[in-house]
């Protein structure tokens, strides 16, 4: 996901996202403890969009904005 796709996200489809994304790097990492991983770059892919979201959620809650939508990431 892009810079400019997440900011247009609300503060709560941000964190849905992130939830789908942990979801996703925790079973990628349960197939690479297993050996079964078929694409190991999409482990650093994944961990890098959750940071790139949770950069975006933690600057939008500084500015103030989406208070009504963030919860407790």
Known sequence: MKIKEARELTG?????KIGDLS????NLK??????KIEAPGRLRIIKRGIARLKTIER???????DKANTEKV
């Open 12 to 16: 709560k489809e941000r964190l849905e």
């Open 30 to 35: 349960f197939q690479l403890a297993t050996g």
């Open 59 to 65: 600057e939008s809650v500084l500015m103030g904005s």
């Open 23 to 26: 979801q996703e790097y925790f």
